[in-house]
């Protein structure tokens, strides 16, 4: 018997043209995906060498410089919560609406990151990275982490958050506050914690206190700190200390909560295990500071704070650590408090915002005149340099190797020894 033949398989023009039709399905999906992704709006340039972290050299004595001269200028966009110049690892940040730009103190830039499709919501430094957090079409919750030194990208996340944010951060977390909710990440931007009216939650009753409206968050170390008005008790705050790191980071584990008498209370101050809050209670306003057992460590009186009245504003206070000291800038005063018990231990009258360690024991603030060295114990001026300026506007000072940066308004202002 002998074997049947298998018929010869031929390409007819329908196979063809079915070939060419699905090919061009599969370009144009490709196309399209390119076309629509996100990295299509990236414009990315790391540094080209790893320059060395620099040191802040300016902050070794208390003196300044006889010739301080304005060096140079970069913008600065006005961000909620950003108040002082952000500096990180010796590098200066300078930011617009979508775009960041690291310089050397020389002014020479080392590395920039930009996105042209989203605006920038946020921006800090903790670790050693500059943390960039843009507003996207699901509100300000697509964030970048770039290494400082040369902006290779360290980690990314993107999640549902509200369109307008402030930044809140510490040395070990970094995250944003709004009236709606606060929330912290990790360096690799994992989130550890988040509080308040969480959209679309997955599990229900996570959160203790979702119809409160947050009006106030610190975070230093292992604590977070929020102040909250709530529909069941509307004449008072209500102070929150809990930890940054519960075990699921979608339930908050809160140490305790303390009723404040004033509907306007707001935090000024945290510490490892202790916050400070101001209450502006009618012209005899104070700050008082509790533990983790909601116990009263320190009183003291309190002027009117000028810059509380914008909610904004005091949704994160103008803060700034020294070594020995944490500061809070009320809108015409620096208050300086003990690190432990938050004490007020100095105020300082007349400055234009907060300041940068000038040496041991003392602090440079900016005045109307210009820039004072303040001893941090006595309050005695210890040096004192003009530097004109074009307002009396706010002034917030940071130090980056051996230049003094000033942040005014939506500018960073370099200034130094002529070179």
């Known amino acids: 018997m002998?074997?049947?033949?298998?018929?010869?398989?031929?390409?007819?023009?329908?196979?063809?043209?079915?070939?060419?039709a699905l090919t061009l399905v599969a370009i144009t999906a490709v196309a399209t995906a390119w076309l629509s992704a996100p990295v299509r709006d990236v414009a990315h340039s790391p540094a080209s060498t790893t320059p060395p972290p620099l040191a802040?050299?300016?902050?070794?004595?208390?003196?300044?410089?006889?010739?301080?001269t304005e060096l140079y200028t970069a913008p600065a966009a006005e961000l909620e919560g950003v108040y002082r110049p952000v500096v990180a690892q010796g590098l200066i940040i300078s930011h617009d609406r979508h775009a960041v730009r690291a310089l050397a103190p020389d002014g020479k830039q080392v590395w920039s990151y930009a996105r042209s499709d989203r605006e920038i919501c946020s921006l800090g430094e903790a670790w050693t990275d500059v943390v960039v957090t843009f507003r996207g079409p699901a509100g300000c919750g697509d964030v970048v982490s770039l290494d400082a030194l040369t902006g290779q990208y360290s980690a990314t996340r993107s999640a549902v958050a509200p369109d307008t944010v402030a930044a809140v951060r510490s040395n070990d977390r970094v995250g944003t506050v709004s009236e709606q909710r606060v929330e912290l990440w990790r360096s690799d931007l994992v989130r550890?914690?988040?509080?308040?009216?969480?959209?679309?939650?997955?599990?229900?009753?996570?959160?203790?206190?979702?119809?409160?409206?947050?009006?106030?968050?610190?975070?230093?170390?292992?604590?977070?700190?929020?102040?909250?008005?709530?529909?069941?008790?509307?004449?008072?705050?209500?102070?929150?200390?809990?930890?940054v790191t519960p075990e699921d980071s979608r339930k908050p584990e809160i140490h305790v909560s303390i009723p404040?008498?004033?509907?306007?209370?707001?935090?000024?101050?945290?510490?490892e295990k202790a916050a400070a809050v101001y209450l502006p209670h009618d012209g005899a306003a104070e700050i008082v500071s509790y533990d983790l057992?909601?116990?009263?460590?320190?009183?003291?009186?309190?002027?009117?704070a000028p810059l509380l009245s914008d909610p904004a504003r005091a949704l994160a206070p103008a803060t700034a650590d020294l070594p020995h000291h944490m500061t809070w800038f009320d809108g015409s005063r620096l208050y300086l408090f003990d690190p432990v018990t938050l004490r007020t231990s100095l105020v300082v009258e007349d400055v234009l915002g907060?300041?940068?360690p000038a040496g041991d024991g003392h602090v440079v603030v900016p005045t109307a005149t210009g820039l004072s060295v303040v001893d941090t114990v006595s309050g005695e001026v210890t040096d004192a340099a003009t530097v004109p300026r074009p307002s009396s506007g706010e002034v917030y000072v940071a130090i980056a190797a051996d230049v003094l940066v000033e942040r005014r308004g939506g500018e960073l202002v370099v200034l130094g020894t002529p070179r």
């Open 192 to 243: 550890t914690v988040e509080y308040g009216d969480v959209e679309a939650p997955q599990e229900p009753e996570m959160q203790p206190h979702a119809s409160c409206r947050i009006t106030s968050a610190l975070t230093r170390t292992e604590l977070l700190a929020v102040t909250e008005v709530c529909p069941d008790a509307p004449e008072q705050t209500q102070l929150r200390l809990q930890d």
């Open 56 to 68: 802040a050299s300016a902050a070794r004595d208390a003196t300044l410089p006889d010739n301080l």
């Open 260 to 271: 404040l008498p004033s509907p306007d209370a707001t935090l000024v101050a945290v510490g």
């Open 354 to 356: 907060t300041g940068a």
């Open 293 to 304: 057992a909601g116990a009263e460590l320190a009183r003291s009186a309190a002027a009117d």
């Open 2 to 20: 002998s074997p049947r033949a298998v018929p010869v398989l031929r390409r007819t023009r329908g196979d063809v043209a079915a070939a060419a």
